[in-house]
């Protein structure tokens, strides 16, 4: 069966600490991968993806993750965590050789301490 | 220009009341998703519509029935309220199926409480 897994339901971290987000897929077909943000009362939105190309994606806000097929593994990081990006964080996947469906992970909720 | 747009924000009605739910996307997208969001933030795909047509059907009550006027709208008409049915839903499209990696833009929600 085709999955995501988020590690971690609940992170906190510093202000200025390290963030690390943890997202895992099960299929033997590399996946197209995503991470949505959800801000309090809003809507999902989308932070970066990897389809084909370079491994080490570049989103917003200083976000990026990288995409290890070896480790089926799509961690989302950002090098110095700031008060507004406490949020849900999703990771996703759909596949090419399955059309019709996203895939999403239960949710990391982040926390940041001041 | 909001791309993804959905009313209303809020409703909160009885159970046993019938109400509908609006989505307009902007986008041009060939593609439309419901989505249901419970307390613990779970995302679980309920339809999808791709050029009007229905792709995605899950195991939803069938007191659920979409309706897909044309590509830019997909309304969600719920019968016989429940408790149960309390939830954020999400409006979501994509420029067309999710197999060509094209991501979903969301709307803000509805938060529906039955009471």
């Known amino acids: 069966a085709q999955s995501v897994t988020q590690l971690g339901s609940h992170v906190s971290v510093s202000e200025g600490a390290l963030v690390l987000l943890r997202c895992n897929y099960s299929?033997?077909?590399?996946?197209?991968l995503f991470w949505y943000v959800q801000y309090p009362n809003q809507g999902l939105q989308l932070l970066l993806k990897y389809t084909t190309g370079a491994t080490l994606v570049k989103g917003i806000n200083g976000f990026e993750a990288e995409f290890k097929k070896s480790e089926t593994s799509f961690h989302l990081t950002k090098p110095s965590a700031h008060m507004s990006d406490a949020a849900e964080y999703f990771c996703a996947v759909s596949y090419p050789n399955t059309g019709n469906q996203f895939y999403f992970g239960t949710g990391t909720s982040l926390t940041v301490i001041p | 220009d909001t791309a993804v747009s959905q009313t209303p924000k809020y409703l909160v009605t009885q159970m046993g009341n019938d109400k509908s739910i609006k989505c307009e996307q902007n986008?041009?997208?060939?593609?439309m998703y419901w989505y249901k969001q419970d307390s613990k933030k779970f995302l679980k795909i309920m339809f999808s519509y791709n050029n009007k047509e229905l792709i995605i059907n899950e195991t939803v009550p069938n007191r659920f029935s979409p309706k897909s006027p044309d590509k830019a709208h997909l309304n969600l008409h719920i019968n016989s309220l429940e408790l149960g049915d309390s939830a954020v839903y999400f409006c979501?499209?994509?420029?067309?199926?999710?197999?060509?990696?094209?991501?979903?833009?969301f709307g803000p929600g509805t938060r529906l409480t039955v009471l």
């Open positions: 986008l041009g997208h060939d593609t």
């Open positions: 979501a499209s994509s420029q067309d199926v999710p197999l060509l990696g094209n991501e979903q833009f």
């Open positions: 299929s033997s077909v590399p996946p197209y």
